[in-house]
């Protein structure tokens, strides 16, 4: 059996349970009952290790961390936040889109933004509309806004009543850098 801190330096290394549990030669949920035991922060490297819709909402929030630097990111602390970022304060939720064609029989492409539970959790959902990999739109949702919706969905010719809450980047950084510390 190895040590706990055998353990904890398999997990630091490789930021994956399975990995890690392999290179000391246990179960990986054996690893993780050990390491929850002796509080060892455990939480998981999404972008390489994740399935492809994973991967897209980690690149999502690498843009975001890029376009707000001063953000918490609540992943890198707690294994599957409730919520992605904490900025003064503020909770804040990351959701990405892709441009995908939308009701079968209508031409119309657009992004859809699910919410789950955070909606009910984070002060704010920003949702990043990509188009070919690229971040083509940014929303800025206040919580009361979006209470108790699993989805928003903007069609890309702009025809819909969250255009209004369409930001710049700048505009977004500015809002959360500065705005709400005054």
């Known amino acids: 059996m190895p040590t706990i801190e055998e353990m904890k330096m398999a997990y630091d290394k490789h930021k994956n349970l399975k990995l890690a549990a392999d290179e000391v030669g246990m179960k990986w949920q054996t690893l993780y009952w050990y390491l929850k035991k002796h509080n060892h922060h455990i939480s998981s490297d999404k972008s390489r290790y994740g399935s492809a819709t994973d991967k897209f909402a980690a690149k999502a929030e690498q843009d975001f961390k890029q376009l707000v630097p001063s953000a918490k990111d609540m992943n890198s602390t707690i294994f599957q936040s409730k919520y992605d970022f904490k900025i003064h304060g503020l909770k804040v939720d990351v959701k990405a889109s892709q441009l995908h064609q939308g009701n079968k029989g209508k031409p119309n492409l657009r992004w859809a933004f699910s919410l789950k539970k955070q909606e009910m959790l984070a002060d704010f959902i920003v949702g990043m509309a990509y188009k070919d990999e690229?971040?083509?739109?940014?929303?800025?949702?206040?919580?009361?806004?979006?209470?108790?919706?699993?989805?928003?969905?903007?069609?890309?010719?702009?025809?819909?009543?969250?255009?209004?809450?369409?930001?710049?980047?700048?505009?977004?950084?500015?809002?959360?850098?500065?705005?709400?510390?005054?």
Request: no cysteine; net charge positive.
């Open 134 to 182: 690229k971040i083509v739109k940014l929303y800025l949702f206040p919580a009361e806004q979006i209470r108790f919706r699993s989805t928003i969905s903007i069609s890309e010719n702009g025809s819909s009543k969250w255009r209004d809450f369409e930001i710049s980047p700048d505009d977004l950084k500015a809002f959360f850098e500065k705005t709400i510390l005054n």
